[in-house]
Structures are given as structure tokens and as C-alpha cells.
């Protein structure tokens, strides 16, 4: 199942140069730009690995495009996002984010039931991937 | 603050920066058979500006000038070329300037960023202007981020190192700055497309960088040595400084002037037109406290003249 995260998310994958240009759309509006990665996609789990700081005083997409590639050097199967933050005084929050590697293999989410006091149900999303330990859960099935 | 900061997308105060003019659409691929006036060429590139800026503020410095002329014009070339479908391979265009101390390295390195992104050789073509502190770290393990940090914030332009040999110390073989150094020379190899390295220093201690790091030396393609100005330049400088601050000489305060400039030449530690900007700043001074002094009344003339007094109370004619 294809995780629908960010923007862009359900358009095909970005080549490199859409990347740059997206990039370069941030930094002409001074949003600095960082990349985040992660093995659990969970929807809930709005904070991802950061892949070393936030890159501040850029002028061009070239830097960007630099760190994404060896974070995807780094971690070949994770989930990799590049995240734009506008720090403008009024609005102080990412203004763009999208992904920019994703595993070959997404084997989605299940959702689980529980039953608790007075019949109630509670539902939870579970993704499939959580069940092998953190580092091995998009690599190649064993 | 004026006003309320746009939000979102709304196009008055977050709409799209107004259009680079250098960044234009690719021009279409031209038959075989067709003709490109090059004089075209240079005025759409709005290269000229910029070269005879370089030739009317900067004084002297022939062989710095022609060398980047000469660069200009092979850009231009390659960028006809490329419409003709031609493929040339980038140009290197790594440099080294070597020269004595205020030749006007750092100055003709502002003017070089903003020529090549003129003629599309960088994108931005701002320059970011570092030293050792910049690029190298403290400890084991800081330098890599903090070199690449600046590699990327340079790119896009001009990425210009002052001083470049401290980043070598022969002496200490556990220091950082040969990693930095590794780092440095990957990337312009590497990524030549995305930046231009500029080394600057002076010339004896920069040989001597080279000939120690001569990985180095081999991947820059042009050293432009920096003169040293000769008496009339250096005189044609401190007008052209004078002009801008808004100061004139008084027509006795001429060969005041040049008696100075030839006597801080002699001087040791003199540093070209880095000495005149401070005899200047130092004639200001002495200029502001003798009105200050003198109490009168004072009219624009006044105020903008320097009297012979303002040199000659200098130290160089003691």
C-alpha cells in the first residue's frame, strides 16, 4: 500500500530534477530546508529521524539535493522526506514537505481491534512493517 | 513590521521573487546552416556590464582583466556552441589569485561570481567568503560537516577561500585542515557543475600550499597573479575612493598626496589600496577634528576638501 504522506504524495515519484526545482521553489522564499528519515510510517508519527541539521543560508538547490542523496546512500530503504519550514513570524511552520524515497516493498497497514470495559471497541492502525525490528523492516523478506 | 505577514500561498507578500533575467528558458537548438551574431550574444548576456564596471572601478590590474575577459569570451562561445548542439564539456574554472596583500582579490571575486552568472556558468552567483576558521573544526569529527556546510552554501555560486594555505600546516601532521582539504578537492572534482572554487593568498606562501598539495594545484586551471600597483595607480585609487566618500583634494593637497602614498610604499607592511583606504579614513579624521577645532562657521566646500594639513600631520612624513 502506497503511503499517501505530504505533498506531491499521490502524484508519481519526483525525479531528482523536480526535487531541485521544488527545492529552489523553498529557498527563493527562504524557507531553509531538511531531511528527515524513518522506518515507521505510522500517520501518527509526525517526527522523523533528523538527517543532520536544518540546512540554513542556501541560495541553491544543489546543497539540498546533495544531502538527500546521501541520505539515501545511508538508508536505501527507508522513508525519506525533504521538509521546507517557513519561519516567518505568523506562520512558523513547515510550509512544504514531501517525500522523496520511499522502500520498493510498502506492505501497508492492518487495522486491529480491541475490545475494552463495557463492550466498547477500539480500533488502531498497525503497519505491517512494525513487526520486524526497527532498522530490518523494508530490507528484503528473510 | 508593516502590516500583517502574508500566510500561505497568498501571492502579495509570498508570491513567486521576480524573475531572474540571467535564468532564461533554453533557447531552441539551431540548424547547422545558421549564423549567431556573437555581438548579439554578449549584450543579451548583459556580460558587458559587468566587464566595464571591472575595468572602470578597478585601476590597473591588466593581466587580471584580460584573463577574465578571456574567460567571458569562452563562456559565450560555449554558450553558442551548446545551441548548435556541440558538446563541449564544462570549462574549469577553478582559480587561484595570488598577490600581495589589497591588490583587489576579494573585489574581482564579487565581480567574477556575478560575470559567470550572467553568462549561466552558476546559478545564483552570490560568493560566500571564507577562511580557515570556516572550514575547519576543533575537534575529531567536525571538520567533514563544517566544510561540507559551506560546500553547500556555496554552491549555486562562487565559493572563495582567503588565506588558502593556513588550511595546510606542514608542522602538524594530526591537523584538520588536510581533511578539510580531501573534502574540498572531491567536491571540485565532483561537483564542478554546482560551484566555482577561488583560493586566494600570497603568492611565495601559496606555492608553497601547492607544492605540498599538488592534487590541488592540478585540479585549478587558472592562477591570475595580482600586481602590485605602481605609484599613479595607487593615486588613481584614492581618488576614485575619495570620489565615492564625497571628498575632494584641495589642488596644494595633490602633491601633499602623492609625497605620501610614495612614502607609505616605502613603508614596511604596506598593503596597496588597503593603505590608501586608511590614509584616507586617517585624513577624515584629522579633517573632522580641525573643523571640529576651528569652530567656524563652514559651507559645503569646507566639508569636503582636504587641506595639505590633513596628510602631512601623518606619521610617515615624521
Not at chain 2, 533554453?26 to 547547422?32: D, F, G, S, W, Y
Not at chain 2, 560537516?145 to 560546500?151: A, D, I, N, S, Y
Request: with cysteine; net charge negative.
Amino acid at each position: 500500500m502506497r503511503i499517501t504522506q505530504g505533498t506531491f504524495s499521490f502524484l508519481p515519484e519526483l525525479t531528482d530534477d523536480e526535487i531541485a526545482k521544488q527545492a529552489a521553489y523553498a529557498l527563493d522564499r527562504g524557507w531553509p530546508c531538511s531531511v528527515e528519515f524513518t522506518d515507521d510510517p505510522h500517520p501518527r508519527n509526525s517526527y522523523w529521524e533528523m538527517w543532520g541539521l536544518p540546512m540554513f543560508d542556501l541560495t541553491d538547490p544543489a546543497g539540498v539535493l546533495y544531502e538527500v542523496k546521501e541520505c539515501r546512500k545511508a538508508y536505501p530503504d527507508h522513508y525519506i522526506r525533504l521538509n521546507a519550514y517557513d519561519a516567518r513570524y505568523g506562520r512558523q511552520t513547515t510550509a512544504l514537505q514531501f517525500i522523496v524515497q520511499r522502500p520498493r516493498r510498502e506492505p501497508g497497514f492492518r487495522l486491529d481491534r480491541e475490545e475494552t470495559s463495557d463492550r466498547r471497541v477500539r480500533y488502531t492502525l498497525h503497519a505491517y512493517a512494525l513487526d520486524r525490528p526497527e532498522g530490518e523492516r523494508y530490507g528484503d523478506a528473510p | 513590521m508593516t502590516g500583517r505577514p502574508g500566510f500561505g500561498m497568498r501571492p502579495a507578500e509570498n508570491g513567486s521573487p521576480a524573475p531572474d533575467p540571467a535564468a532564461g528558458e533554453p533557447l531552441a537548438p539551431l540548424p547547422p546552416d545558421a549564423r549567431v551574431d556573437l555581438a548579439r550574444e554578449r549584450s543579451d548576456a548583459q556580460a558587458d556590464e559587468v566587464l566595464d564596471a571591472l575595468d572602470a572601478d578597478l585601476v590597473g590590474l591588466a593581466p587580471v582583466k584580460t584573463r577574465i575577459r578571456e574567460i567571458a569570451a569562452l563562456l559565450l562561445v560555449d554558450r553558442v556552441r551548446a545551441r548548435f548542439g556541440i558538446d563541449s564539456g564544462r570549462p574549469n574554472l577553478h582559480m587561484c589569485f595570488t598577490g600581495s596583500p589589497g591588490t583587489g582579490k576579494t573585489t574581482v571575486a564579487v565581480r567574477l561570481a556575478e560575470l559567470l552568472h550572467r553568462l549561466g556558468y552558476v546559478r545564483k552567483g552570490h560568493l560566500v567568503s571564507v577562511t580557515r576558521d570556516d572550514l575547519v573544526g576543533q575537534y575529531v569529527g567536525h571538520t567533514a560537516p563544517k566544510t561540507k556546510e559551506v560546500l553547500k552554501r556555496a554552491m549555486g555560486g562562487v565559493l572563495f577561500i582567503d588565506e588558502a594555505y593556513y588550511l595546510y600546516r606542514a608542522e602538524n601532521e594530526r591537523d584538520y585542515g588536510q581533511e578539510a582539504i580531501e573534502i574540498l578537492l572531491q567536491v571540485m572534482e565532483n561537483q564542478r557543475d554546482d560551484l566555482v572554487v577561488v583560493l586566494a593568498g600570497y603568492k611565495d606562501r601559496m606555492d608553497s600550499f601547492f607544492a605540498s598539495n599538488p592534487g590541488m594545484s592540478s585540479r585549478i586551471a587558472h592562477h591570475i597573479d595580482f600586481p602590485d600597483y605602481e605609484p599613479d595607480e595607487l593615486e588613481a585609487i584614492g581618488r576614485l575612493m575619495m570620489r565615492d566618500e564625497g571628498y575632494t583634494l584641495a589642488p596644494e593637497t595633490e602633491p601633499v598626496f602623492r609625497a605620501y602614498l610614495d612614502r607609505r610604499r616605502a613603508r614596511p607592511r604596506f598593503a596597496n589600496a588597503r593603505s590608501v583606504r586608511n590614509a584616507i579614513e586617517r585624513a577624515r579624521l584629522r579633517h573632522a577634528s580641525r573643523l571640529v577645532a576651528e569652530s567656524g562657521e563652514v559651507d559645503r566646500a569646507a566639508l569636503t576638501t582636504l587641506l595639505p594639513d590633513d596628510f602631512l600631520a601623518s606619521r610617515v612624513f615624521s
